[in-house]
Nanobody, 115 residues
Framework: QLLLVESGGGLVQAGGSLGLSCVAS????????VGWYRQAPGKQRELVAV???????EYADSVKGRAQVFRDNAKNTIDLRMTNLKPEDTALYYC?????????WGRGTQVTVSS
């Protein structure tokens, strides 16, 4: 069982930046997709940013130009950096990994952006 543990959430002012980190309990090298999703109150979970096995990236339209997702295969980490944060970025952010056979989710880290 692969465990994903997120950190780095908190309260941020609008216009600020943050970095989220996810540490995997095992290697995610070669995984089909890894990245971040988020879920705001009353809304469905949505993709924020993911990296495919070939390092192709995909970003939600709402964060394009403001977010970057990184993977460090040596450290088994998946990081998300976001700038120019907006109140609508407020959500519970989940780390995600898809081995191609199974999906794994972290428990989430809360990000709150104050206006």
């Amino acid at each position: 069982q692969l465990l994903l543990v997120e950190s780095g959430g908190g309260l941020v002012q609008a216009g600020g930046s943050l970095g989220l980190s996810c540490v995997a309990s095992g290697s995610v090298f070669g995984f089909y997709r890894v990245g971040w999703y988020r879920q705001a109150p009353g809304k469905q979970r949505e993709l924020v940013a993911v990296l495919a096995y070939d390092d192709a990236s995909e970003y939600a339209d709402s964060v394009k130009g403001r977010a970057q997702v990184f993977r460090d295969n040596a450290k088994n980490t998946i990081d998300l950096r976001m700038t120019n944060l907006k109140p609508e970025d407020t959500a519970l952010y989940y780390c995600y990994a898809n081995s191609g056979r199974r999906e794994y989710w972290g428990r989430g880290t809360q990000v709150t952006v104050s206006s």
